[in-house]
């Protein structure tokens, strides 16, 4: 039996998927229930209107990012990967979300109202990722860059690659987390020894 938090999970999937076939003027709550392939009558138990589901679009958004950073951090918890795999969760979204793309492609000015909105709880998602192993590094220390500017700075970078995407999304990665490293953005050594002995 699906759960609550499941369907809701496949009502917004199916949003996106309906945004990205007609755009969010056009769109109805049965083009929703469609391709969310649930009932009209289901969606309406969920959201009263188009206007509440697609407010609601931006905190599915950032918990399923949410969600795929603790998992890739689990799966490497190895503090000198941690800024590589920040960006990487960050810029392997929209390859991993097709219908995103296709959204910002039709329509622009929507794509653009829905960053604002979710720009900064992304922000903040992050800054919670890297501050273990980032609060220390020479970059911060030495006052050369905040956690919250870091993280900042990596959202707004994803951003732009959502709108100029590369060939490969992993060379630009490479490319930030070089610049990042010859920043001062790695943990100290003595941290990441003291991260790995509790770890094993």
């Known amino acids: 039996m699906a759960t ?11 949003a996106l998927r309906a945004i990205a076939r007609q755009g969010p003027k056009k769109l109805a709550m049965s083009d929703i229930a469609h391709e969310a ?15 509440e589901l697609l407010q609601s679009l931006g905190d599915h958004f950032v918990t399923k990012l949410q969600t795929g950073l603790e998992m890739a951090i689990e ?3 190895e503090p000198a990967h941690r800024l ?38 992304l922000s903040a998602v992050l800054r919670d990722a890297l501050e273990p192993v980032l609060s220390e590094s020479a970059a911060v220390l030495g006052g050369l860059a905040t956690l919250d500017e870091i993280a900042d700075l990596i959202v707004r ?16 990665r490479d490319v930030l987390v070089v ?12 941290r990441v020894r003291s991260e790995r002995k509790a770890v094993g």
């Open 4 to 14: 609550r938090a499941s369907t809701e999970s496949r009502i917004f999937d199916g």
């Open 37 to 51: 392939e649930v009932s009209v009558g289901t969606l309406y138990r969920y959201f009263k209107n188009k206007d």
């Open 75 to 77: 799966d490497n918890p």
């Open 84 to 121: 590589q795999i920040v960006i990487d969760v960050m810029l392997r979204f929209w390859v991993e979300n097709p219908a995103t793309v296709q959204i910002g492609q039709l329509e622009p000015g929507f794509v653009v109202g829905y960053i604002k909105q979710v720009a900064p709880r």
């Open 157 to 172: 970078m994803a951003f732009s690659h959502y709108f100029m995407p590369s060939r490969d999304y992993r060379e630009f």
């Open 179 to 190: 610049l990042g490293a010859s920043a001062g953005l790695e943990p100290r050594k003595s």
